[in-house]
């Protein structure tokens, strides 16, 4: 029998499944170096509203980029969502714009949620990226409205993962 008729009669003939688009919408991360007045790492998260039709971006910047180590704890300071534009961004953002300066992705991927919430303070997460391939947890910390730190979160790498 030859291979035409083969898959004409329902052998390993393609089954047209669509093609896995990279973009697809969903629990997307990116980190990306932002070459601002001072050099930092900005950090988002896809998440969707409670009725899961709009995605945005919660975004924090991490002076130190996300921790490479276990159990080792860097400052993240949680700023504006940001649109979902934010997860392909290679981009300069113009003088005189909030945050101007070179947006360049450090690492993206996928990330999925283990426990917590954020209007909770606290999460944790794997992340599934280029570079980082790890568990993760943030947490908010005590507010001080003196300081103005009711937006600072730790974020730390799990050990064991």
């Not at 990306?32 to 945005?56: G, W, Y």
């Not at 980029?65 to 981009?91: G, Q």
Request: aromatic letters at 10%.
């Amino acid at each position: 029998m030859d291979l035409k008729r083969y898959r004409g009669e329902g052998g390993c003939a393609p089954r047209g499944n669509p093609k896995k688009s990279e973009e697809t919408p969903g629990n997307r991360f990116v980190i990306q170096e932002h070459q601002a007045t001072r050099f930092h790492f900005d950090f988002r998260l896809e998440v969707k509203d409670k009725n899961n039709k709009v995605s945005i971006l919660h975004s924090w910047i991490i002076p130190k980029n996300i921790p490479l180590e276990p159990e080792v704890r860097h400052l993240a300071i949680k700023v504006d969502s940001k649109p979902l534009t934010f997860l392909n961004s290679d981009k300069k953002i113009a003088k005189g714009k909030f945050g101007e300066g070179e947006l360049t992705i450090w690492d993206k991927g996928r990330w999925g949620l283990m426990k917590g919430e954020l209007k909770d303070g606290y999460i944790a997460f794997n992340l599934f990226g280029g570079i980082v391939k790890s568990r993760y947890a943030m947490q908010r910390m005590e507010s001080d409205e003196k300081k103005n730190k009711k937006n600072h979160w730790m974020i730390w790498r799990i050990m064991g993962y």
